[in-house]
């Protein structure tokens, strides 16, 4: 029976030589290290670096603004010497000119084209103009009628005056009345002889008949009748002239009373002075009304011409604004600021630019200051001064607008071109062979600035968008909300507006934005 504690291995012989079993462990060595150790090591190294590129990444941030600091630069230079430049455009110098239609209604044709040049008083544009010209013939037909009307009153008031100056009417019923008086008072001196004749008549009457009677049938019958008449008409007459005399007297009374009273009329002119008055009344009546068609046939005439859009002096055309067939406001009061302009229009004598200018070249500007500019559309250098800065400053592009007024502006430039403007040093009470000299000084908002114990601090944001806190050193006092800072910052760094309490130095930050209420 075998013995199990036997290794029967040992028997075995080893036919290999050393050098081949070495190389053997190695070729398995190597295998090992190719599939394994050097795709592992690789592999390893990728993630360190992975991990390592986005370790800061993936650390919790906290989200922040900032505001850069505000820098003011002043300069010694010569006259003339360039400081900086700035983009912007041309405009009308002040503004462009808007040109209305100045009385509602529908445009029947444009007359003018964008550019053109036109002189004060040309026609711009026209408008339906019928209905103006119905009214001023309307107008001229009242101002007819007022004439006439004005004429009749004319005529009264002559008419009154001459009877209130020479009342020959009252002088013709004067004198019918005293002609009546003096016939009256005539007849009545002459009634007692007409009574002596009539009663003597009566007994020549009588008597006839009394012989005629005695007669007997010697007379004839119709002779005695008409001696009879005879008698009667004789006796008839004497009574009538008997009792003439009361009706004469009081004929003659009234008739004195006319006369007095006529002549107190002529005195008086009472009714005369009254016509008159009245007369001038309708005159200036009359002239009011014609006046007052006057005014109505001027204002028709004026809407007339208002139909003709006129250029309010010599300059060109920027733009059209209205196009035939739209209908225009006019000056009434319901009227917004487009609704009766039908052009703008420029002067081209007078353009400006604005300069879109760094704020930290601001403090170089001065009014006056010459400036040079340049535009594509002229091959020569245009000459400028400065006006005035604006107060429309932009945030986004850090700059605030400057208004530059073009000296002698060619032609070929027209609102709206962009150009560039060099501003140059203005003349300066320093020596013009002073070499330039430029000093910055660094302006923060004062209620960024706290204290601790190493001083004055503000909190930045570093390249690796990491807090710091930078200490301070405090310059000038200014007023308003900037401060000035002397020393421990520069212009490019970023200052935290928002809650700093939860930040520590080194910490990181995520920057969501600029405030835009900081200094302003």
Not at 55 to 82: D, F, N, Y
Not at 169 to 192: D, G, V
Not at 481 to 509: P, Q
């Given at each position: 029976?075998?013995?199990?504690?036997?290794?029967?291995?040992?028997?075995?012989?080893?036919?290999?030589?050393?050098?081949?079993?070495?190389?053997?462990?190695?070729?398995?060595?190597?295998?090992?290290?190719?599939?394994?150790?050097?795709?592992?090591?690789?592999?390893?190294?990728?993630?360190?670096?992975?991990?390592?590129?986005?370790?800061?990444?993936?650390?919790?941030?906290?989200?922040?603004?900032?505001?850069?600091?505000?820098?003011?630069?002043?300069?010694?230079?010569?006259?003339?010497?360039?400081?900086?430049?700035?983009?912007?455009?041309?405009?009308?110098?002040?503004?462009s000119i808007n040109v209305p239609a100045l009385a509602p209604g529908v445009i029947e044709e444009l007359l003018v084209v964008e550019g053109q040049a036109v002189k004060r008083g040309e026609p711009i544009a026209r408008l339906i103009s019928i209905d103006a010209e119905i009214a001023v013939k309307e107008a001229e037909?009242?101002?007819?009628?007022?004439?006439?009307?004005?004429?009749?009153?004319?005529?009264?008031?002559?008419?009154?005056?001459?009877?209130?100056?020479?009342?020959?009417?009252?002088?013709?019923?004067?004198?019918?009345?005293?002609?009546?008086?003096?016939?009256?008072?005539?007849?009545?001196?002459?009634?007692?002889?007409?009574?002596?004749?009539?009663?003597?008549?009566?007994?020549?009457?009588?008597?006839?008949?009394?012989?005629?009677?005695?007669?007997?049938?010697?007379?004839?019958?119709?002779?005695?009748?008409?001696?009879?008449?005879?008698?009667?008409?004789?006796?008839?007459?004497?009574?009538?002239?008997?009792?003439?005399?009361?009706?004469?007297?009081?004929?003659?009374?009234?008739?004195?009373?006319?006369?007095?009273?006529?002549?107190?009329?002529?005195?008086?002119?009472?009714?005369?002075?009254?016509?008159?008055?009245?007369?001038?009344?309708?005159?200036?009546?009359?002239?009011?009304?014609?006046?007052?068609?006057?005014?109505?046939?001027?204002?028709?005439?004026?809407?007339?011409?208002?139909?003709?859009?006129?250029?309010?002096?010599?300059?060109?055309?920027?733009?059209?604004?209205?196009?035939?067939?739209?209908?225009?406001?006019?000056?009434?009061?319901?009227?917004?600021?487009?609704?009766?302009?039908?052009?703008?229009?420029?002067?081209?004598?007078?353009?400006?630019?604005?300069?879109?200018?760094?704020?930290?070249?601001?403090?170089?500007?001065?009014?006056?200051?010459?400036?040079?500019?340049?535009?594509?559309?002229?091959?020569?250098?245009?000459?400028?001064?400065?006006?005035?800065?604006?107060?429309?400053?932009?945030?986004?592009?850090?700059?605030?607008?400057?208004?530059?007024?073009?000296?002698?502006?060619?032609?070929?430039?027209?609102p709206e071109m962009l150009v560039t403007a060099t501003f140059l040093a203005p003349q300066s009470t320093a020596t013009d062979e002073v070499e330039e000299t430029l000093s910055e000084r660094i302006f923060v908002p004062r209620q960024l600035i706290q204290f601790d114990a190493s001083g004055n601090v503000v909190w930045?944001?570093?390249?690796?968008?990491?807090?710091?806190?930078?200490?301070?050193?405090?310059?000038?006092?200014?007023?308003?909300?900037?401060?000035?800072?002397?020393?421990?910052?520069?212009?490019?760094?970023?200052?935290?507006?928002?809650?700093?309490?939860?930040?520590?130095?080194?910490?990181?930050?995520?920057?969501?934005?600029?405030?835009?209420?900081?200094?302003?």
């Amino acid at each position: 029976m075998a013995n199990p504690e036997i290794d029967l291995s040992r028997l075995a012989l080893d036919r290999s030589t050393p050098d081949e079993s070495v190389r053997a462990t190695a070729r398995r060595r190597r295998r090992w290290i190719a599939r394994y150790l050097i795709p592992g090591g690789i592999l390893l190294g990728f993630a360190v670096l992975i991990i390592a590129a986005a370790g800061t990444q993936l650390m919790p941030r906290q989200a922040v603004q900032v505001v850069p600091v505000i820098v003011q630069r002043s300069a010694v230079q010569q006259a003339g010497t360039p400081l900086f430049q700035a983009a912007g455009w041309i405009e009308p110098r002040p503004t462009s000119i808007n040109v209305p239609a100045l009385a509602p209604g529908v445009i029947e044709e444009l007359l003018v084209v964008e550019g053109q040049a036109v002189k004060r008083g040309e026609p711009i544009a026209r408008l339906i103009s019928i209905d103006a010209e119905i009214a001023v013939k309307e107008a001229e037909a009242a101002i007819a009628t007022a004439q006439g009307e004005l004429d009749r009153a004319l005529a009264e008031q002559r008419a009154a005056s001459t009877r209130l100056e020479r009342p020959v009417h009252l002088q013709i019923q004067l004198a019918e009345a005293k002609s009546a008086l003096a016939r009256a008072e005539t007849e009545l001196a002459n009634l007692p002889f007409q009574i002596e004749s009539a009663e003597a008549d009566l007994k020549f009457a009588r008597q006839s008949l009394s012989a005629k009677r005695e007669a007997g049938d010697a007379i004839r019958e119709v002779l005695l009748r008409k001696a009879e008449s005879d008698l009667a008409v004789a006796d008839a007459k004497l009574r009538e002239l008997k009792t003439r005399g009361p009706g004469l007297q009081r004929e003659i009374d009234a008739l004195r009373d006319k006369v007095t009273a006529t002549e107190s009329q002529m005195e008086l002119l009472v009714e005369e002075t009254r016509q008159l008055a009245e007369a001038e009344a309708g005159v200036r009546s009359a002239r009011a009304l014609y006046s007052a068609a006057q005014l109505q046939l001027q204002k028709a005439e004026l809407v007339l011409e208002r139909n003709t859009i006129r250029a309010p002096g010599d300059g060109r055309i920027l733009r059209l604004v209205a196009s035939p067939g739209m209908r225009v406001m006019g000056m009434s009061a319901n009227a917004g600021h487009s609704s009766g302009t039908v052009v703008e229009m420029y002067d081209p004598q007078r353009l400006q630019i604005r300069a879109d200018v760094r704020l930290e070249d601001v403090p170089l500007i001065q009014p006056g200051q010459p400036v040079e500019i340049e535009t594509a559309s002229s091959g020569k250098t245009i000459q400028g001064r400065v006006l005035q800065p604006t107060s429309t400053a932009n945030i986004q592009k850090n700059t605030l607008e400057v208004k530059v007024e073009l000296l002698d502006p060619p032609n070929t430039v027209s609102p709206e071109m962009l150009v560039t403007a060099t501003f140059l040093a203005p003349q300066s009470t320093a020596t013009d062979e002073v070499e330039e000299t430029l000093s910055e000084r660094i302006f923060v908002p004062r209620q960024l600035i706290q204290f601790d114990a190493s001083g004055n601090v503000v909190w930045i944001v570093d390249a690796d968008s990491r807090a710091r806190k930078a200490t301070v050193s405090l310059g000038r006092a200014t007023s308003g909300e900037l401060v000035e800072v002397a020393s421990g910052l520069v212009v490019t760094d970023k200052m935290i507006t928002s809650d700093t309490g939860n930040l520590r130095d080194g910490s990181l930050v995520d920057v969501t934005g600029e405030d835009r209420s900081m200094g302003r």
